[in-house]
């Protein structure tokens, strides 16, 4: 079993639609959850960060982590072309530092 | 630009020659990681330096891959004897001290194809 699943997609919205992207993980250990969004045949980049269970929202943006169902989510508003994307979820624990454990991530395309 | 630099952008090798990335960090950062994209998988952990030193390469296949990053000039990644299964992204990513959990700064890879 992946430490980290993540439905790979792809997903397909019209512009304007929310968007939900989840991930859930077997580790209790992962204290730090964040999403990467990857743009083709780019580095990733980080979207959000989050410490510990909650919510915390960036614009357009909704970070949703729950520890005690071990699963975390990333909601986008008002979707546009310009978020499509692959997106990444990542974690980490308070020993492993910045050694991230990766979703596979999910393809997203925004159609206008 | 202050951003993370990987060369090359692309890198065609036979079987059984050998492949060296490089990564240099963002301006300031003295911590550097590399990660693995294979194709249609998520990012795989493979080592974390700091100038000197291998802090965690736990991550690293123990046969043919080495990593380092000198007092001077950039981290590279070393893959001896290429097989066809080293095809992949290779990433490097920066931050700026240990207690950094997470918020890691991408280059744009080094796309390594094995003929």
């Known amino acids: 079993q992946k430490e980290v699943e993540q439905d790979p997609g792809p997903l397909s919205v019209p512009e304007g639609a929310i968007v939900s992207l989840n991930c859930t993980y077997s580790n209790s250990a992962f204290q730090y959850f964040m999403w990467y969004r990857q743009y083709s045949r780019k580095g990733p980049e980080l979207l959000m960060y989050?410490?510990?269970?909650g919510n915390k929202e960036d614009g357009r943006f909704t970070a949703q982590v729950d520890k005690s169902s071990k699963y975390i989510s990333l909601f986008i508003r008002d979707s546009q072309p310009s978020d499509s994307a692959t997106y990444l979820c990542a974690m980490s624990g308070e020993t492993s530092g910045s050694r991230l454990t990766f979703g596979e991530g999910t393809q997203l395309t925004v159609n206008p | 630009n202050a951003g993370v630099m990987q060369n090359p952008r692309h890198l065609v090798r036979r079987r059984g020659q050998e492949a060296r990335l490089r990564c240099s960090p963002m301006?300031?950062?003295?911590?550097v990681y590399w990660y693995r994209q294979l194709p249609e998988e998520g990012l795989k952990f493979m080592v974390y330096l700091q100038k000197e030193n291998i802090i965690d390469e736990s991550g690293m296949p123990k046969e043919r891959f080495s990593a380092e990053f000198p007092k001077e000039g950039p981290s590279i990644l070393r893959i001896q004897q290429v097989v066809r299964g080293d095809s992949a992204a290779y990433f490097c990513?920066?931050?700026?001290?240990?207690?950094?959990?997470?918020?890691?700064?991408f280059g744009e890879g080094s796309r390594l194809t094995v003929l």
């Open positions: 990513a920066s931050s700026p001290n240990y207690k950094n959990t997470g918020e890691l700064f």
């Open positions: 989050t410490y510990s269970s």
């Open positions: 301006k300031g950062h003295s911590h």
